[in-house]
Every structure is written in C-alpha cells, then in structure tokens.
C-alpha cells in the first residue's frame, strides 16, 4: 500500500486549509520540542482512555508522570524558544490527552524532578550480562512507557526506535545517522545517537520490562532493566525501573535480594506511588 | 505577520478537536513527512489503520478549519 500524497501537495485543499496546515507545518521544532513531541505522541496513544486494569497500573501511572513532566517541559521550552511556542501548544496538545486517559490512576512521581544522585542505580545481575558501571547521565530527557501486546517482545526493539530517530533526522533535513532505512535487526541499540535516541530506548526499555514482569518472564525483564541500568542509569524512569527490578528478583526467586532492595527503595521514596507495591517484597 | 499567527491558533485549534489517535499519526504524517509504513511500526499498528486514521483526521481537520474560519469571519464583520 503506497502512501498518500502529503496533503499540502493535493490540489483539493481550500486555501485556508493550505495557509492553515502550512503554519503548523512551518513551526520551527528545535530537536528537544521534536522529541518531546514524539514522547507525548506515544504516551497519549498507548494510554487509551478508560484503560488501567490490575495490570496496567504501573504503566498508566508512568504515563500520569510523562503527561506532568511533558507539560512542564513544554512550558519551559516554550519560555525560552519562541520559535518553539506553536510546537510546544502540540506537545502540550498530546499530554493534556495522555493526562486525561490517565486522570483516574495514581499519580506518578517522576524521577526526573529529583538529583540524579538520588536515582537508584544498583545494577542489576543477570545470568546472560555481566555489572557494567553506569555512563554518565543525559539529563533533561523525557521518556515515556509504551505499552504493547506481549508478542512485541519477540520484535527487535531497535527497529521502533530507529524509526522515530531517524524519521526525526531524516525530517530535519539531516542525514539520518546510520544512512539507512532502518533495518529489522536483533543488534541492540548500543550507542544512541543522541538524547532523542537515548529516550526513546529508555522508555521501550521501561515497556519491554513492564510487560516481561506482567507476564510472569522475570529471568527476560531482569536482563532488559540490566541493559536499562546501563543506558539510562540516571534516566527518568529510575523508580519505575528500580520497583520493576525488585519484582523481576521476586519472580526469579531471588527473594532476600528483592527484599533488600524492596527496604532501600522504600527507604528512600516512601511517598512512591510505587511504595504499595515494593513494600509487598520487602518482607521476604 | 498577523495572519500567520492566526493561522497558528487555527491550527492549533483544529488539531485540538482531533482524537489523539487521529492527531497522532496526522502530526506523524503531515507535519513530520513521516512515511505510512514508519508510522505503523512507531505506533505499533497496521498500515491500514494509519491510512483510515489519516483519512478520518483529513475530514476532522477539514470540518474544523472551515467551522473556525468561518467563525472568524463572522466576528471580524460583527467588530465595529
């Protein structure tokens, strides 16, 4: 099935829907207002409204943060971007609608409104990946969960996150990084590019996680929050990952190590939305 | 000047009163030149349904700046 032709190219369009369409087309998107728009696009759509049974609570509460986070980040962008105020109301556009599909969930504490510093980042232990101390952190990224049926997981995860970074480069007018279309590959997404890439490989990572511990597979989600804790060890979903881990050691039968890190967390982020959960674990 | 910013507001107000799954793959689509086939993978969906989703947020975006504009118009000739 090919493509329809872009729609300021057909020659049905009236001319206020052209002048109408070409100014939104126009705005000027600097890189972080692309990427927050990409990020709320995916937390609005994979969020649909009434959703969030038992197993999608800790999804939709990520989703509430993202929605928060994004509109906080657009606001801050558009303060300081004029160019980027139209494509900042965009993104605000998105998140008001993530946060509306997501207004009956808990809230959610995002990481990224603390330090760094008080993100855990223990890494975690796998069969199949040995401790790699964490990289140094990329500040300021807003990532977003996606949720997604089981059976993406057998997809590569890369190939989705090529996608969007270089559907980014590529509309920018850039070379995308890899000079290709993106392929169906298992390689990993080892060296992202850049900030764009390292969200959008966080917040898949997160899903992927979520979905594997959803679905019982603790052994897989531990090496997934394994590669997490080396490619975004001070990313936005630190709390998220850190409760997710905690539960994949519980389901993997690594129950006094869960119940170690169970006290930490709760030591640490009494207030988490998370808290509940965790402290389920952490009396082995 | 003036007009580009009502434009703006038109189009922002346009996108506004599309349903985010239409919004979405109509910002993917038309504003970021995103291909059909990319967009599906991005969101995880079938090629067809971008298709329809596209089609149906046309329509939407269409019926919305013909309502706005003409309610533009109509206050423009009811200012003294």
Redesign the interface.
């Known amino acids: 099935?090919s493509?329809?032709r872009?729609?300021?190219e057909d020659p049905s369009l009236t001319d206020?829907?052209r002048?109408?369409?070409?100014?939104?087309?126009d705005?000027e998107r600097p890189g972080d207002v692309?990427e927050r728009?990409f990020a709320s696009?995916?937390a609005?759509?994979q969020f649909p409204p009434g959703g969030g049974g038992a197993g999608s609570g800790s999804g939709g509460a990520a989703g509430a943060g993202a929605a928060k986070a994004l509109t906080a980040a657009a606001s801050a962008t558009g303060a300081k971007v004029n160019a980027g105020a139209?494509a900042t109301?965009?993104v605000k556009?998105?998140a008001a609608?993530?946060a509306v599909?997501v207004a009956t969930i808990v809230g959610h504490q995002l990481v990224a409104e603390r330090p760094p510093s008080a993100v855990v980042t223990a890494p975690v232990r796998s069969a199949s990946s040995a401790t790699v101390p964490p990289r140094p952190s990329v500040a300021g990224v807003i990532g977003v969960p996606?949720s997604?049926?089981a059976a993406?997981d057998q997809r590569p995860l890369p190939?989705?996150a090529r996608?969007?970074a270089s559907?980014?480069a590529?509309?920018e007018g850039r070379v995308a990084t890899d000079g290709a279309a993106?392929a169906v590959s298992e390689a990993p997404l080892a060296t992202p590019q850049d900030a764009s890439d390292l969200a959008v490989q966080e917040s898949l990572l997160v899903a992927r996680a979520r979905r594997q511990v959803r679905s019982g597979r603790g052994a897989e989600a531990l090496v997934t929050l394994d590669e997490l804790a080396r490619t975004s060890p001070h990313g936005v979903f630190g709390q998220e990952r850190e409760a997710l881990t905690i539960e994949a050691l519980g389901l993997t039968g690594r129950r006094t190590e869960a119940a170690s890190r169970a006290k930490v967390f709760l030591g640490r982020f009494p207030n988490s939305p998370h808290a509940s959960h965790v402290a389920a674990f952490a009396g082995e | 000047m003036l007009q580009r910013r009502e434009d703006l507001a038109l189009f922002e107000s346009a996108l506004e009163r599309l349903d985010m799954d239409q919004r979405a793959v109509f910002c993917l689509f038309e504003l970021e030149a995103m291909s059909g086939e990319d967009i599906a993978q991005a969101l995880e969906i079938a090629p067809g349904t971008v298709y329809s989703r596209l089609r149906s947020a046309r329509e939407a975006f269409r019926k919305s700046v013909r309502l706005l504009t003409a309610r533009q118009t109509s206050h423009a000739g009811g200012a003294p």
Do not use: C
């Open positions: 099935m493509d329809p872009r729609w300021l206020d829907e002048r109408v369409l070409r100014a939104g087309k705005i692309r728009l696009i995916l609005a759509v139209g109301a965009i556009s998105f609608g993530a599909a996606v997604a049926p993406l190939v989705v996608v969007i559907s980014l590529t509309a993106p």
